[in-house]
């Protein structure tokens, strides 16, 4: 059985903003482990970015995300990872239909568990990705 050569993929992932925090999940994964990242996934094929921005998120937690606006992307090289990676990952934001709404850790495999972290006091360790947009300034909060 001949293994293809690895290729970069296109991941998606989502800022759920609420207030002044964002919905963050420890991962549960060879790439990662532990650390809090964003909702999120690999998009499929013919999707669009705000279709698998909502559907990697109701997937994951049981949220409606409402309407997504396109933020940044960035190009990550996992290659500390046991069988490296590469994904180019496009990041949005939105805020949820009913802000009421609690998360439910829907896929525990890949996850500890899902909550509302304050921008300005984020857990450590962040996926580095994240890590890296958060020391460059990045904000995902729309300004004024
Ligand atoms: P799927 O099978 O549901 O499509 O994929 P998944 O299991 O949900 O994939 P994932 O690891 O959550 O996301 C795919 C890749 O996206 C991940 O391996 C690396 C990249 N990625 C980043 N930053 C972030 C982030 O903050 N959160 C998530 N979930 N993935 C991220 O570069
Ligand atoms: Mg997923
Ligand atoms: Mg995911």
Redesign the pocket.
Known sequence: QLTPPPVPRV?V?LFVLKGKSVLLGR?R?S??DSTF??????L?FGESFEECAAR?LK??TGLDIGKREYLTV?N?V?VEAPKP?H?V?IFLRGVLVDPDQVPQNL?PE?CYGWDWYDWDDLPNPL?W??EKMVRSGFSPFPTE
């Open positions: 991941a992932v991962r994964s790439v990662g990242a964003l909702p999120g996934g690999h499929e990697e997937e994951e960035t990550n996992f990676s994904y990952t896929e890949k996926f990705p994240l």
